[in-house]
């Protein structure tokens, strides 16, 4: 997918090929920056995930890896695992880890890669997408709000849980 906004920028959106280097060294080098930032915990990669995140990422046929590049360089990634809903007997996408660029923030990029998650899932027959939110990341909370996300409780007595979906509706009832 491609998509451009305004007219300076060329902005791609797409599924990361995990065998082509270039895909490779994006997502080790886009994760490597959302870890030193402090939502991401403040520290690098250690180094034996720099050199087989990759590779493991790609033993897992359940993963998928969304990249957005900006004028050809790396801004964005989104980590996509599907997983099961045993209570909707149903597959779902759980969005793992979403980075933008300290430069390339505010320009779209989280939308477009949570659109084409989204896609992924309903291609996939999802029945909803998840996401792990910190509770000091209120600028993230907000946006995944926008996007449709929200807490959940199962028993209002236990609380609430900081674990967020978005529910997709059944593709075979539309």
Same mark, same amino acid.
């Given at each position: 997918?491609? /998509?451009? /906004?305004?007219?300076?920028?060329?902005?791609?959106? $797409?599924?990361?090929?995990?065998?082509?280097?270039?895909?490779?060294?994006?997502?080790?080098?886009?994760?490597?920056?959302?870890?030193?930032?402090?939502?991401?915990?403040?520290?690098?990669?250690?180094?034996?995930?720099?050199?087989?995140?990759?590779?493991?990422?790609? /033993?897992?046929?359940?993963?998928?890896?969304?990249?957005?590049?900006?004028?050809?360089?790396?801004?964005?990634?989104?980590?996509? =695992?599907?997983? $099961?809903?045993? =209570?909707? #007997?149903?597959?779902?996408?759980?969005?793992?880890?979403?980075?933008?660029?300290?430069? $390339?923030?505010? #320009?779209?990029?989280?939308?477009?890669? =949570?659109?084409?998650?989204?896609?992924?899932?309903?291609?996939?027959? #999802?029945?909803?997408?998840?996401?792990?939110?910190?509770?000091?990341?209120?600028?993230?909370?907000?946006?995944?709000?926008? /996007?449709?996300?929200?807490?959940?409780?199962?028993?209002?007595?236990?609380?609430?849980?900081?674990?967020?979906?978005?529910?997709?509706?059944?593709?075979?009832?539309?």
């Amino acid at each position: 997918m491609t /998509r451009t /906004r305004g007219s300076a920028a060329d902005i791609r959106v $797409f599924e990361a090929d995990l065998d082509l280097p270039e895909h490779g060294q994006a997502i080790v080098d886009l994760l490597d920056q959302y870890a030193r930032d402090p939502m991401g915990g403040g520290t690098p990669l250690a180094e034996r995930t720099r050199a087989n995140l990759v590779g493991e990422l790609r /033993r897992r046929d359940t993963a998928h890896v969304i990249l957005a590049l900006v004028d050809g360089k790396p801004a964005g990634l989104t980590n996509c =695992f599907e997983g $099961f809903s045993t =209570f909707a #007997c149903k597959p779902l996408l759980n969005i793992h880890d979403v980075v933008v660029a300290a430069p $390339f923030r505010g #320009c779209g990029i989280s939308t477009l890669m =949570f659109e084409q998650a989204e896609a992924l899932a309903r291609r996939l027959g #999802c029945c909803k997408m998840t996401l792990e939110v910190l509770e000091g990341n209120v600028r993230a909370q907000e946006a995944y709000r926008a /996007r449709g996300f929200s807490g959940y409780e199962l028993d209002p007595t236990m609380g609430r849980a900081m674990f967020w979906e978005k529910k997709l509706p059944d593709a075979s009832a539309e």
